[in-house]
């Protein structure tokens, strides 16, 4: 009695007092063949498998395992070849129902009499290092079956054609593609790949080089992008219905070389519906979607090409800002709120399109870093922002509104190369808010202290906090 109450079912072994002859063993083979041909034949309804069981024991217990394993092997091949004649001459629509038949028969078969040899696959398979029962006869269906001359090329051609049709809108039925590359599958993971991927993904190629070419020359970005996006939905999909597992990241690696790495700069640079136009236009949802796209691309580096893009156009709006001096000095506050406006808008794409990418943040700050210190008097400026800020641009503001005021200006400080002349000027600027008492709040004065103090330490602000 098992664990649990539960009566643990063993084959005894038989005892056979009875010496086996060649002659004998000729005659319990007659017996075991005829049971596989009825086996193959579905009608195993009438078997003693008790007594199968007792005749492949004693066969092997009598050192005729090469005979009864021989036998076997023989017996499959030749009803196999038989079935691959039948499948061979199956008209097209029913080819691959045909094959799914006599697939899953065999298969139901190669169990049955693994259980009738169970005994030879315990001793003598283990002891002469051969292939177990149910293996060696998957082995016979795949050299017999799948890759019989008249089978093998037709099979990939005919499942090859329903997922090309299927990729142009025509319905099929998937079942029975699931069921071949289950079947290569079980046959073999080297099979599968050989016989069925490795085509396939060429296949596969060849399509999507082809409808990339025509939909970028028929197509926005933003539209050729929404098309690929769904591509990549539907062959995730298909993973899922009829292709085996490992396949979704070979199958993912060309999809997306065909559809998106070999189209990157061209995608990215389009005129009118490119990166640059959708930063000009924030059309976030059509950035994001680059990023997620571009993002799949690893080499060469595709979220690179947006970065790239989009520090060149940040640069040259930066750069028009700078290059504006005559009306700079005539107003310096909006040209700092000008800078403000500019980071403001790729702070809130980057965050909004781009993730919260770091690597885009740091490309934003080198760019804003290198135009910014172009104009010379970019420190006074900034200096004169927080002048008007401090005396009325932040009165009747929240707290919460002053502080970011004051983080957005720390951040434009951070910028600059030449902090000791925005110290300067910011010590004067100081002087004659505190003397002429024009400060909204020494509060907030404090507070832009204290921030300066941590981005540049006590030395740098120690006159200022005396003052």
Do not use: W
């Given at each position: 009695m098992a664990a649990g109450g539960k009566t643990k079912f063993v084959i005894p072994p038989f005892r056979q007092s009875q010496a086996m002859d060649e002659e004998y063993a000729n005659r319990t083979w007659q017996t075991l063949h005829s049971a596989i041909h009825e086996i193959h034949r579905q009608n195993a309804s009438g078997l003693s498998f008790e007594e199968l069981y007792r005749n492949a024991y004693n066969m092997v217990l009598h050192k005729f395992g090469d005979k009864l394993y021989n036998g076997l092997v023989e017996t499959i091949t030749l009803h196999l070849r038989g079935v691959a004649q039948e499948v061979a001459v199956a008209a097209d629509g029913d080819f691959l129902p045909q094959l799914k038949e006599k697939w899953e028969k065999h298969r139901l078969s190669s169990i049955m009499i693994r259980d009738i040899l169970m005994?030879?696959?315990?001793?003598?398979?283990?002891?002469?290092?051969?292939?177990?029962?149910?293996?060696?006869?998957?082995?016979?269906?795949?050299?017999?079956?799948?890759?019989?001359?008249?089978?093998?090329?037709?099979?990939?051609?005919?499942?090859?054609?329903?997922?090309?049709?299927?990729?142009?809108?025509?319905?099929?039925?998937?079942?029975?593609?699931?069921?071949?590359?289950?079947?290569?599958?079980?046959l073999g993971q080297d099979v599968y790949q050989r016989d069925f991927e490795v085509p396939f993904l060429e296949a596969t190629a060849d399509f999507y080089r082809k409808e990339s070419h025509e939909c970028l020359a028929q197509n926005s970005a933003s539209e050729y992008m929404r098309k690929a996006e769904?591509?990549?939905?539907?062959?995730?999909?298909?993973?899922?219905?009829y292709l085996d597992k490992a396949s979704e990241g070979r199958?993912?690696?060309?999809?997306?070389?065909?559809?998106?790495?070999?189209?990157?700069?061209?995608?990215?640079?389009?005129?009118?519906?490119?990166v640059v136009p959708m930063l000009e236009d924030d059309r976030t949802a059509d950035l994001k979607r680059a990023y997620e796209l571009f993002?799949?691309?690893?080499?060469?580096?595709?979220?690179?090409?947006?970065?790239?893009?989009?520090?060149?156009?940040?640069?040259?709006?930066?750069?028009?800002?700078?290059?504006?001096?005559?009306?700079?000095?005539?107003?310096?506050?909006?040209?700092?709120?000008?800078?403000?406006?500019?980071?403001?808008?790729?702070?809130?794409?980057?965050?909004?399109?781009?993730?919260?990418?770091?690597?885009?943040?740091?490309?934003?700050?080198?760019?804003?870093?290198?135009?910014?210190?172009?104009?010379?008097?970019?420190?006074?400026?900034?200096?004169?922002?927080?002048?008007?800020?401090?005396?009325?641009?932040?009165?009747?503001?929240?707290?919460?509104?002053?502080?970011?005021?004051?983080?957005?200006?720390?951040?434009?400080?951070?910028?600059?190369?030449?902090?000791?002349?925005?110290?300067?000027?910011?010590?004067?600027?100081?002087?004659?808010?505190?003397?002429?008492?024009?400060?909204?709040?020494?509060?907030?004065?404090?507070?832009?202290?204290?921030?300066?103090?941590?981005?540049?330490?006590?030395?740098?602000?120690?006159?200022?906090?005396?003052?």
């Open positions: 005994y030879m696959d315990r001793t003598y398979v283990v002891a002469q290092k051969k292939v177990a029962v149910f293996e060696r006869g998957l082995q016979i269906f795949r050299d017999e079956v799948c890759r019989n001359d008249r089978i093998k090329g037709r099979l990939l051609a005919t499942v090859l054609d329903l997922i090309h049709r299927e990729r142009c809108s025509e319905t099929i039925e998937r079942g029975v593609i699931k069921t071949v590359t289950s079947m290569l599958v079980e769904a591509r990549l939905g539907e062959e995730h999909e298909r993973v899922g219905h199958l993912n690696e060309v999809v997306e070389r065909q559809l998106i790495a070999e189209h990157m700069r061209a995608l990215a640079e389009m005129e009118h519906s490119g993002g799949r691309v690893t080499s060469p580096d595709g979220l690179g090409v947006i970065r790239e893009l989009m520090s060149g156009h940040v640069k040259g709006r930066g750069q028009q800002l700078v290059a504006e001096e005559p009306r700079a000095a005539r107003d310096p506050v909006e040209f700092v709120k000008g800078l403000l406006a500019l980071r403001d808008k790729y702070q809130s794409i980057i965050q909004g399109a781009f993730s919260g990418d770091k690597t885009f943040f740091n490309a934003l700050n080198s760019t804003f870093e290198y135009f910014i210190n172009l104009n010379q008097r970019s420190p006074e400026y900034i200096s004169l922002f927080v002048d008007e800020q401090m005396r009325k641009g932040m009165r009747g503001t929240s707290e919460d509104e002053v502080e970011a005021m004051l983080d957005k200006v720390v951040m434009l400080f951070r910028y600059l190369q030449e902090k000791d002349v925005f110290e300067k000027y910011y010590k004067q600027h100081l002087a004659k808010r505190l003397l002429g008492g024009r400060s909204i709040s020494d509060d907030v004065e404090r507070s832009m202290i204290q921030k300066l103090k941590q981005e540049c330490g006590y030395q740098f602000t120690s006159k200022l906090e005396g003052m």
